[in-house]
């Protein structure tokens, strides 16, 4: 009988007590709340520890740091330091996957000439485009995780550049050389050489520190810069025009002048070296960039478009004897 009259009470001990914490429920709701208000209190630099600071003009802003995804996940909502490179790129990503379906189901069909090579072509400058916004994106979100986690998604971040700016070449490359294959092939080469030299000293340590930074945007500029090569080789063989016409040349050197404006920006810290702490959420360096690179992108789908569209319909994907 004793045992049976206290089977009742251990059970509303348990009710009580819920998830064997030991605590009452209004402990507990109380340490959540607690806990959420905590996520939103943002850092000072001077409270960061040596592996989370990158840029001292930025005063304040930074999230807590804390070893949980969900605490990252969290931090999507709430407004910090790295709000805005995070929903740039993540927006972007999304708007890039958006514009490649809809480049694929509506404007592909209506050429009749297209083949898989320019859907290839194509989904390289899409993916790398996509893989970059996307692990630039997912960096900045667990930057609050911690420095194992910083350090991996900071490498991704690189890798993501390199693929971003590899892929842009594949298709100017293919549409500029299409009528002279062995030229096509030895710049792909060249490209991918490149790139891939730029990803294998992305992940070194020491490369991501921050008195690395400038040799680290002096690497990425100079694989993008290494464009001007093919793009002189073309006007020596087609003129500027006919380069004009075959791949909106002067879009894509637009399209290179603004990740170059876009990198200076981010290597000179501006405008946050001229007002320490005035651009700590909004506008500063960094967002800047990330902006840039959003516009560059943008400025070279169009021009990759276009070139597609001269591909197929002056040209009729055929090689013209001039």
Known sequence: MRSSSSAPRRVALRQRHPSGTGLPSESINTVEAIENKTEKVLLLWGDL????????????????????YRHSLHSLFNLHNESVNIWSHLIGAIVTVASSLY?????????????????????????GAVLCLGMSATFHAVLNHSQRVAQWGN??????IVVLIVGSFVPAL?????CMPALLTAYLCLICLLG???AIVSWVEQFRSPKWRPYRAIMFAGLGLSGFIPIIHGVTIYGYKGLEDRI????????GAMYL??????????????????????????????????LAAATHFYSMVKAFDYHHTVLGSHCLTE
Request: proline share 6%; hydrophobic share 45%.
């Open 49 to 68: 520890p040596a592996w989370r600071r990158d840029n001292a003009f930025i005063h304040s802003g930074y999230c807590q740091i804390r070893p949980s």
């Open 155 to 160: 490498k991704l971040d690189y890798m993501g």
């Open 196 to 198: 891939t030299g730029c």
């Open 261 to 294: 404006f876009g990198v200076g920006v981010y290597v000179a810290r501006w405008p946050e070296r001229n007002f320490p702490g005035v651009f700590d959420i909004w506008g500063s360096s960094h967002q800047i960039f990330h902006m840039f690179v959003l």
């Open 103 to 127: 480049l694929y189901y509506v404007i592909r069909p209506r050429y009749d000439s297209a083949t898989p090579s320019d859907v290839l072509v194509f989904a390289c400058f899409i993916g």
């Open 174 to 178: 293919y549409y500029a050389f299409f």
């Open 248 to 255: 909106s040349v002067t879009w894509i050197i637009i399209h």
